[in-house]
C-alpha cells in the first residue's frame, strides 16, 4: 500500500503561481509513475501531467505545457507540482496518483493510489 498526502493548495489571482507537494509512505520502495490529475466542479477528472520513475521523462497535458513543470525527489519521497502563469481555467482540485505501470498515463483507471486532493482557486 501507498498512502499520498497533497499539500501547497490555494488561491492565488490571475497570472499567480502555485507549488504543489505530494508526500508518499508506505510501500515507496517500489517503483511508481507519478502524475498529477485536476477536477473542476462539475466536469471529470482530467490529466495534467505525468513522471516516470527516475524523472527523466515527462508528458504534460496540452492545456498546462510551457506553465507547469513537474519534479520528484525519490529521495524525500515526494513529487512537486510547479504551476505558474494560472488561468482562472486551472482551478480545480488536483490529486496526485501513483502507478506501477502506466501505458496509458492519461488514464485515471491506470493508477492504482490516489491522494485526498488539494484546492488550487485562480481568481480573475
Known amino acids: 500500500q501507498v498512502q499520498l498526502v497533497e499539500s501547497g493548495g490555494g488561491l492565488v489571482q490571475d497570472g499567480g503561481s502555485l507549488r504543489l507537494s505530494c508526500a508518499a509512505s508506505g510501500r515507496t520502495s517500489s517503483r511508481y509513475v507519478m502524475a498529477w490529475f485536476r477536477q473542476a466542479p462539475g466536469k471529470e477528472r482530467e490529466f495534467v501531467t505525468v513522471?516516470?520513475?527516475?524523472?527523466?521523462?515527462?508528458i504534460y497535458a496540452d492545456s498546462v505545457k510551457g506553465r507547469f513543470t513537474i519534479s520528484r525527489d525519490n529521495a524525500k519521497n515526494t513529487v512537486n507540482l510547479q504551476m505558474n502563469s494560472l488561468k482562472p481555467e486551472d482551478t480545480a482540485v488536483y490529486y496526485c496518483a501513483a502507478a506501477r505501470s502506466a501505458v496509458t498515463y492519461d488514464s485515471a483507471g491506470t493508477y492504482d493510489y490516489w491522494g485526498q486532493g488539494t484546492q488550487g482557486t485562480v481568481s480573475s
Open positions: 513522471i516516470n520513475w527516475s524523472g527523466s521523462s515527462t
